[in-house]
T-cell receptor, first 117, second 109 residues
Framework: NAGVMQNPRHLVRRRGQEARLRCSPM?????VYWYRQLPEEGLKFMVY????????ESGMPKERFSAEFPKEGPSILRIQQVVRGDSAAYFC???????????????FGPGTRLLVL | DAKTTQPPSMDCAEGRAANLPCNHS???????VYWYRQIHSQGPQYIIH???NNETNEMASLIITEDRKSSTLILPHATLRDTAVYYC??????????FGKGTRLHILP
């Protein structure tokens, strides 16, 4: 059973370009979380999605950032008009659908390292 | 803010048990204690979690005090590959993970 997959692993963009980061959850998982880790800082939550729904986007910057998790295909984190401050590692995590108790484990992917020149 | 307090760094000799403490004095009754680690900018790796009882798996053991206000992660025989930042997290399912600064564990040869 493959783990969480993210691509590309490394992405270089010039200021003003768009960045698209993809996350394929573990098989059978329908919840996806995105986190960002700025250089020398801790991981910060960005957004939580279930299939076709955004559940919590309290950590998303108000402008230029968007996320989706369509019925078919991977989750996409999209950053428009990138700036140097967007350079970071972006991690996604997935978890299985529904939980009988309040126990739910997130499993992380290897991350996408975005460098904005 | 993270609901946990961990020492910023610890050293452990290779082959010895590494005991990483965590305080979570404001933990709620339905919150679980989770441990993750991040090895040199890789994706966080799930280690173990528990609610009340002590837990053990192939990676580690988790000891939770009876009042649930603190816990200890035990790596029984630390190796150089266990060098990482270890995060103690309290949360309920379906909630985002709020990462603190964690403990940077150095395994000494």
């Amino acid at each position: 059973n493959a783990g969480v997959m993210q691509n590309p692993r490394h992405l270089v963009r010039r200021r003003g370009q768009e960045a698209r980061l993809r996350c394929s959850p573990m098989k059978g998982h329908s919840h996806v979380y995105w986190y960002r880790q700025l250089p020398e800082e801790g991981l910060k939550f960005m957004v939580y999605l279930q299939k076709e729904n955004i559940i919590d986007e309290s950590g998303m910057p108000k402008e230029r950032f968007s996320a989706e998790f369509p019925k078919e295909g991977p989750s996409i984190l999209r950053i428009q008009q990138v700036v140097r401050g967007d350079s970071a590692a972006y991690f996604c995590a997935s978890s299985p659908p529904g939980y009988i108790t309040e126990e739910e484990t997130q499993y992380f992917g290897p991350g996408t390292r975005l460098l904005v020149l | 803010d993270a609901k946990t307090t961990q020492p910023p760094s610890m050293d452990c000799a290779e082959g010895r048990a590494a005991n990483l403490p965590c305080n979570h004095s404001t933990i709620s009754g339905n919150e679980y204690v989770y441990w993750y680690r991040q090895i040199h900018s890789q994706g966080p790796q799930y280690i173990i979690h528990g609610l009340k009882n002590n837990e053990t798996n192939e990676m580690a053991s988790l000891i939770i005090t009876e009042d649930r206000k603190s816990s200890t992660l035990i790596l029984p025989h630390a190796t150089l590959r266990d060098t990482a930042v270890y995060y103690c997290i309290v949360r309920v399912g379906g909630d985002k993970i709020i990462f603190g600064k964690g403990t940077r564990l150095h395994i000494l040869p």
